[in-house]
T-cell receptor, first 113, second 117 residues
Framework: NAGVTQTPKFQVLKTGQSMTLQCAQDMNHNSMYWYRQDPGMGLRLIYYSASEGTTDKGEVPNGYNVSRLNKREFSLRLESAAPSQTSVYFC????????????FGSGTRLTVV | GESVGLHLPTLSVQEGDNSIINCAYSNSASDYFIWYKQESGKGPQFIIDIRSNMDKRQGQRVTVLLNKTVKHLSLQIAATQPGDSAVYFCAPRSRPLSSGSARQLTFGSGTQLTVLP
C-alpha cells in the first residue's frame, strides 16, 4: 500500500528553469493538495483539487500551476523557478474535501539557485 | 486570517514521562482542529482531531484538550517513547479562502519534541 507517491525526492533548478512535481495516490481519494514547507514554518497550501476535474488556489498560489490529470494524479508546475521557491513540497490526499485526515507523501526537496 | 502559534518551539522530555504540547489559535470561528506529527524526512501524519463541540478527546496514548474560551488546545502524550520524537503541528480549520471554496487547514510552525533516554 504505497499511499501518496511523490517524484522526484530531490531537485536542484537554476533560476528561470521550469519543472513539474508529480504526485499520485492509490487510495481512491477524491481530494488532493499541494503544500510547501519552509524552515521553521508550518505548511502553506499552494493549490488543491477538491475532486477530479476541479482545482482551486490556496494561500500561496503565485508562481505555480497545477493539473489534476485524473483521479489518481495531481501535478504541480513551476514555469520559471525563483530562489523564493526553494522549499520542501508535500502532496496530500483525502477522501473528500471535508475530510481533513490527510495522507501526505514524503516530500520533494527543491532548491533553486 | 488565521494565525496559529505554539507556546514552545521545542520540548524535551524523559522517556516514560508525559508530554504536553500547547497550541493557541486566533480565530474564534474555528470549529475543527487536527494534530499532525512529522518525523524527520517524512510527511506529516494524522494523529487525532477534535470538534469544537467537545473539550476532550482521547486516542491511543494521546489526549487532546480544547479550551474555546481562551482559544487554546493541547496535545498530551502519555508514557512518551523514543518514537514520539517529531515535530507536532496543530491545524485549525480556517475560513474559506474565497466564496464557495472549501475550508482549509492552517498549520502552525510546530513544536519539536525530543525524547531523552
Amino acid at each position: 500500500n504505497a499511499g501518496v507517491t511523490q517524484t522526484p525526492k530531490f531537485q536542484v533548478l537554476k533560476t528561470g528553469q521550469s519543472m513539474t512535481l508529480q504526485c499520485a495516490q492509490d487510495m481512491n481519494h477524491n481530494s488532493m493538495y499541494w503544500y510547501r514547507q519552509d524552515p521553521g514554518m508550518g505548511l502553506r497550501l499552494i493549490y488543491y483539487s477538491a475532486s477530479e476535474g476541479t482545482t482551486d488556489k490556496g494561500e500561496v498560489p503565485n508562481g505555480y500551476n497545477v493539473s489534476r490529470l485524473n483521479k489518481r494524479e495531481f501535478s504541480l508546475r513551476l514555469e520559471s523557478a525563483a530562489p523564493s521557491q526553494t522549499s520542501v513540497y508535500f502532496c496530500a490526499s483525502s477522501e473528500d474535501w471535508d475530510n481533513y485526515g490527510y495522507t501526505f507523501g514524503s516530500g520533494t526537496r527543491l532548491t533553486v539557485v | 486570517g488565521e494565525s496559529v502559534g505554539l507556546h514552545l518551539p521545542t520540548l524535551s522530555v524523559q522517556e516514560g514521562d508525559n508530554s504536553i504540547i500547547n497550541c493557541a489559535y486566533s480565530n474564534s470561528a474555528s470549529d475543527y482542529f487536527i494534530w499532525y506529527k512529522q518525523e524527520s524526512g517524512k510527511g506529516p501524519q494524522f494523529i487525532i482531531d477534535i470538534r469544537s463541540n467537545m473539550d476532550k478527546r482521547q486516542g491511543q496514548r494521546v489526549t487532546v484538550l480544547l479550551n474555546k474560551t481562551v482559544k487554546h488546545l493541547s496535545l498530551q502524550i502519555a508514557a512518551t517513547q523514543p518514537g514520539d520524537s517529531a515535530v507536532y503541528f496543530c491545524a485549525p480549520r480556517s475560513r474559506p479562502l474565497s466564496s464557495g471554496s472549501a475550508r482549509q487547514l492552517t498549520f502552525g510552525s510546530g513544536t519539536q519534541l525530543t525524547v531523552l533516554p
